[in-house]
């Protein structure tokens, strides 16, 4: 039987592995643009739609049903790069993101 600690470390390497970690970061650097006024500005440099599928994509994604066990060992088994995929932000939503960054 395994320790709190080698569970933990197991859970940390999961999420690494499966890019739920980088996800849930990706999601968190985001959601401070969650704001009336920062949604006029993104409409205004027409990212509105962009930031709104994205943030849907990253909770669907984290939450339980989107990986499932038989993706993250189809993963393990074939190391193949992609297998699953993670949400990523369009180009010019991070072009937003990386001006207006400065002010958070």
């Known amino acids: 039987m395994l320790t709190r600690i080698e569970l933990e470390i197991m859970r940390e390497i999961f999420e690494r592995e499966t890019g739920i970690k980088a ?11 969650d704001t009336p006024r920062n949604f006029e500005k993104m409409r205004k440099e027409c990212v509105l739609d962009d930031y709104l599928k994205f943030m849907s994509e990253c909770e ?19 190391r193949i790069e992609g297998r699953i995929e993670l949400p990523k932000p369009s180009n010019a939503l991070e072009k937003f993101k990386d001006r207006f960054n400065k002010f958070f």
């Open 23 to 33: 996800t849930r970061e990706k999601y968190e650097e985001y959601k401070k643009f």
């Open 60 to 78: 669907e994604f984290l939450s339980n049903d989107a990986v499932t066990i038989e993706d993250i060992s189809m993963l393990a088994e074939n």
